[in-house]
């Protein structure tokens, strides 16, 4: 064990000296060589499967180009899809990675390394995730069906809450399920850029490697088998990979059914920071249009769930990253043509306790905002996603403009290249 600590000591070392380092963690907060690495980020799922086609790529380029001139230095990316066709009454992202149990679309990849290659020559991270506890991706619920454990016309129709509840935390004790999972896992950490020739687990444009999206129980009674999978999911993409950091991409005490979950699943040696979503449509802390009604509220909540996963970064000594938050436009619009004011209000709310982080030397490194959609566009044929639409920050399942910042958001962006200044001047 020492020896292998010494030697990814040293290749951190020798990787910095070159200019071109992974991140690791110190003393409860990311470096960058020897710098500390604190950043305002992106959500961009579709980044590497959009860069699938030769429309797609050019798309990719300028929205990458676009966001490295904005002092954008990370994006979080869905590494792949799992199955095809409807999914809880839906449409699912498309098209899969694994196809079929153990069958992969390996070319479908070149879009992954594609975006890689992109953001290495923009010195800018991803962070990467193996699969999904939601269905707009395919994700646990597809492995179930795979195995048997969700019959086909169950996963395509409308599931209630409970019934989704139900289901999806039986994932965690279905072993071939989880070993499908894992195969998956393993392609990609073991992968060599097409473009670039490197090994995945030797690119620095590579922060970390996370376990799912917002990996939850879903009911008390897998709260062990959960906890099982997180331990021994991390300890193998260890194995498989020294140089990279990784997590969990939970959301926190609210996705872990409590905070002793959620403490016990970030404390394990092989957790490196701390994740949380922050959801105030979703979770009901303000309804309908709303908003500006409610905004004192969402802002006292919001404060509040930063507060106490920040008490329990600081005593795990971990870095901490807000990697999911997001608000509607005004009035719950869908149009680009309505006003952002109390989004931009709550990402500047959000921002200010990385920028004290930033003053005070702590534990909150990271903030990346949902989602980005780039050049993409709203069709407003329909509410959801269809064929021929382009490809927002808002997948499938979700109405089509809910969450998305456009580059044409003028406004907000303001909001972020002003933080992202002020995060400069202490560097």
């Not at 992109?118 to 999904?132: P, Q, T």
């Not at 534990?363 to 927002?392: M, T, Y």
Request: proline share 4%; hydrophobic share 40%.
């Amino acid at each position: 064990m020492r020896l292998l600590v010494l030697t990814v000591a040293l290749t951190a070392f020798l990787q910095a000296m070159a200019g071109d380092p992974f991140v690791t963690v110190q003393n409860g907060r990311f470096m960058l060589g020897q710098k500390t690495y604190r950043y305002i980020g992106v959500n961009y799922w579709y980044g590497g499967l959009e860069a699938r086609t030769t429309k797609g790529k050019q798309r990719i380029k300028e929205e990458v180009a676009f966001l490295a001139a904005k002092g954008v230095r990370n994006v979080r990316v869905l590494a792949g899809a799992e199955g095809a066709g409807p999914i809880n009454g839906v449409p699912r992202v498309e098209p899969a990675l694994q196809t079929a149990p153990g069958v992969f679309n390996i070319q479908l990849l070149e879009g992954l390394d594609f975006l890689l290659a992109e953001l290495a020559k923009k010195k800018m991270k991803a962070i990467i995730y193996f699969s999904n506890n939601w269905e707009w991706s395919g994700g646990f619920l597809q492995y179930l069906n795979w195995n048997g454990k969700i019959a086909d016309s169950v996963l395509k129709r409308k599931l209630s809450w409970d019934e989704m509840r139900d289901l999806a935390s039986g994932f965690y004790d279905c072993a071939d399920c989880v070993s499908q999972y894992t195969t998956q896992l393993k392609l990609l950490v073991e992968r060599t850029n097409s473009i670039t020739k490197k090994k995945y687990r030797d690119d620095p444009a590579i922060m970390s490697w996370e376990i799912a999206n917002e990996p939850r129980p879903m009911r008390p009674a897998a709260i062990d088998a959960y906890k099982k999978f997180i331990r021994e999911t991390a300890a193998f993409i260890r194995s498989l990979d020294p140089n990279h950091l990784v997590t969990t991409g939970a959301e926190g005490d609210i996705g872990s059914e409590n905070m002793d979950v959620f403490r016990s699943t970030h404390e394990d040696k092989n957790i490196d920071y701390l994740t949380i979503h922050i959801w105030p449509k979703n979770w009901g802390w303000f309804s309908d249009t709303a908003i500006g009604r409610s905004f004192d509220q969402v802002l006292e909540k919001t404060g509040a769930y930063i507060n106490r996963h920040k008490e329990v970064a600081v005593a795990l000594k971990k870095p901490l990253v807000i990697e999911e938050f997001g608000l509607p436009r005004d009035q719950h619009s869908f149009s680009l043509q309505s006003s952002t004011i109390y989004r931009d209000l709550y990402y500047a709310f959000v921002f200010d306790y990385l920028l004290d982080a930033e003053k005070n030397a702590g534990v909150i490194c990271g903030a990346n905002f949902w989602a980005f959609a780039g050049k993409g566009r709203p069709s407003h044929r329909q509410l959801l996603w269809v064929e021929g639409d382009d490809v927002l920050g808002d997948p499938p399942v979700e109405e089509q403009g809910l969450n998305s910042v456009f580059d044409a958001d003028k406004s907000t962006w303001n909001v972020i290249t002003s933080c992202i200044k002020q995060l400069n001047q202490f560097k």
